[in-house]
């Protein structure tokens, strides 16, 4: 799913476009024991319940695609009886109002999903009737041709209220606060089947982490039967190590410089495209090659890639490259430099020592003070 894909089925999750048939809970605590369940027509809960609820659903369609939302594949085993998606599938066609199914669909998440603290498990059936669109892009809710039947899961921590003083306004005194349990957002879901070009793909569905570099793989895996691609920071880690190991000793400042202004400059062009931008083996070595890296280094590029990244990997730009920053590091110092002023940082030879030089100007600020040039330094620029 692109952005536009995500943002189209996020916007049925407010009162106003809402499609939501039947939603159903089951409350765990830290030692894995239900402590209830709930099974209900979503719209015959009260109001306020329903906007807090449409709240948790939204927030399980966002994030940064490739990091915190996970296009994911099921391998064609997952998809025979038993499989993960073929039991997703049972649960889509239920609508969930098959308890045994649940039932099975709750033991699994308990049993794979290491929390360790009280969570809430939440699981919606919904159903949008696809409008079509005109020549010029726009929506015509008599001409739909499909509806797109879809399950949702939240699963969300719960945690204890913090302790402390509130205002009792019938005895006009403050007390001691009752402490609640309050459902938090989610930190895990996934929404089954994928929505792709606008259109129901039951071979994929979308995957939330809340935190991109915990991923939960084992969950992930033992739930839908689909292996997990690389977090966004095994991806960077992948990406420098790929680029260190190709280059070697001719791995210098201005090449990786380079490097950046290429990705940033990829980033800059695609920025209107709802596809995330990614880079399979031959696009990075076409990258590492227009950014000037030696010929002769790059005969080992396939290798290093195939080792490191593996044959049919594909990294994405947004994950490798921080278009926000430019950071210099050394054992003792870090420089950070706006992009697009990384030209400022040239390295020297000075007094037989290899230098950072920084150009400067008269305004200069030191921990928020600014400085003037001493007159040293005046009568080296007279000089």
Known sequence: MNKKDISEI???????????????????????????????????????????????????LSGTIGKNLLNMDFPTDAEMPGGGQHFFLQLRTSHLEDAELLEQFYDKVIQYYDHGENYLILLIH???????KSSDNLEMFDASDEVYDHILCSICPVKLSKAGLSYDAEENCFRNRSRDWIVEMPDRGFLFPAFNDRGTDIHSFLYYSKNGEDLHES??????????????????????????????????????????????????????????????????????????????????????????????????????????????????????????????????IVDGRRCLVIGIDENVMVNGIAVTATEMDKKDRSQ
């Not at 830290?30 to 319940?49: H, I, Q, R, V, Y």
Request: include cysteine.
């Open 219 to 348: 969950f992930v895996e033992t739930l839908s039967g689909c292996p997990m691609p690389m977090t966004a920071g095994v991806q960077k880690e992948t990406f420098n190590q790929l680029v260190e190991e190709t280059l070697g000793e001719t791995c210098d400042y201005d090449l990786v410089k380079n490097i950046h202004e290429q990705l940033t400059a990829m980033i800059e062009e695609k920025k209107d495209d709802p596809e995330p931008l990614s880079l399979d083996k031959y696009e990075v070595k076409n990258l590492l090659e227009a950014s000037g890296a030696d010929e002769e280094k790059m005969e080992a590029f396939d290798h290093n890639f195939d080792e490191t990244a593996g044959p049919k990997a594909s990294l994405l730009v947004s994950n490798v490259a921080n278009t926000r920053k430019f950071e210099i590091k050394t054992p003792t110092v870090t420089i950070q430099v706006d992009p697009d002023y990384a030209d400022l940082v040239e390295t020297k």
């Open 10 to 60: 996020k916007k049925q999750f407010t009162p106003e476009n809402c499609a939501i048939t039947r939603i159903c809970g089951c409350y765990v605590d830290g030692e894995k024991n239900k402590k209830t369940e709930m099974a209900d027509p979503f719209l015959s809960l009260p109001e306020e319940d329903r906007f807090k609820y449409l709240e948790i659903f939204r927030k399980t």
């Open 126 to 132: 919904a159903l949008y009737d696809i409008p079509g």
